[in-house]
């Protein structure tokens, strides 16, 4: 007896397009309708945009509950003056007096710090000299030292970058120490029954390995450099962003006041932005987990 079978049916072949999918309903769908670049810019703008729009809504009604908004000024004013502000030479000057002094106090404190880390870290002899020194000045805040700058430096340009550099050398310095200290002994230990000297650990297996740790100190560092050397140019700076906010403060011109605020704001994203991306470029050998 003979068993007669219908063919099988050849089963469609999926859609090529890959720009649309089919949606469980049996509808269609766009399949990642926006970039992703733009969608990352847009999520970062929502936030942003609704601080704008709560700001405007306190401001024009002059709320006064708790807080007193009746003499903040708009943003349309903040608006006015940071267009006003871009028509003159001096903002810029403040901005490249304030860029300057935390690249030279943060890169200082930078070499500096992951120097003296790695000297700790790696030494127990070190350690026992130089760490309790690290220790005893880490609590004293930076800003406190101003007094102290002064009659030690001959110009306040100097002792502004000395504050900066002292305010972003023991977040690099101690994040270093713990690197160093997290480091798997069987890393050490391989490369020595390699036959790997001392200098080669330290600066081709240990440096390494630790820079995770200190891009995490970095990043603090950044923003602790910035809170301190604004502070310091209030105090006894002659120009700079924050001397520019403190002035325009003394001269009850509150719109300016929060243009600098917002500068401070922006440059130190920035700044911490570049730290975050020079860490990735460096770091790049470490593995990430997919999203």
Not at 226 to 246: D, H, K, L, N
Request: charged residues 10%.
């Amino acid at each position: 007896m003979t068993v007669s079978a219908e063919p099988i049916s050849a089963v469609p072949a999926a859609s090529t397009d890959a720009a649309t999918t089919t949606h469980p309903s049996g509808g269609r769908s766009l399949r990642n309708p926006v970039p992703p670049r733009l969608s990352a810019a847009l999520l970062t703008a929502v936030p942003l945009a609704a601080l704008v729009l709560l700001w405007y809504l306190l401001t024009i009604n002059q709320v006064v509950f708790w807080l007193r908004f009746d003499k903040i000024p708009t943003p349309g004013a903040v608006f006015e003056s940071f267009r006003a502000q871009l028509g003159t030479g001096s903002y810029y000057s403040n901005i490249l007096a304030s860029t300057r002094r935390i690249l030279v106090g943060f890169g200082l404190a930078t070499v500096a710090g992951v120097l003296i880390g790695m000297a700790i870290g790696r030494s127990a002899l070190v350690s026992a000299l130089v760490r309790p020194v690290v220790e005893v000045f880490r609590p004293i805040p930076a800003i406190a030292l101003v007094p102290l700058a002064i009659l030690l430096f001959p110009t306040g340009e100097q002792g502004i970058v000395f504050i900066t550099f002292f305010a972003a050398f023991f977040p690099v310095a101690v994040s270093t120490i713990h690197a160093m200290h997290a480091l798997p002994k069987v890393w050490e230990e391989a490369a020595r029954t390699l036959g790997a000297r001392r200098g080669t650990i330290l600066f081709q297996i240990a440096l390494p390995g630790a820079l995770p740790g200190i891009f995490s100190g970095l990043s603090v560092a950044m923003g602790v450099a910035w809170i301190c050397v604004i502070s310091a140019e209030m105090i006894s700076g002659q120009f700079g962003i924050g001397y520019f906010t403190w002035q325009s403060y003394g001269l009850l011109d509150y719109p300016s006041v929060v243009v600098g605020m917002l500068s401070i704001g922006v440059l130190g994203w920035a700044t911490a932005f570049l730290v975050e991306l020079v860490g990735r470029r460096v770091n790049r050998w470490l593995p990430r987990a997919v999203r």
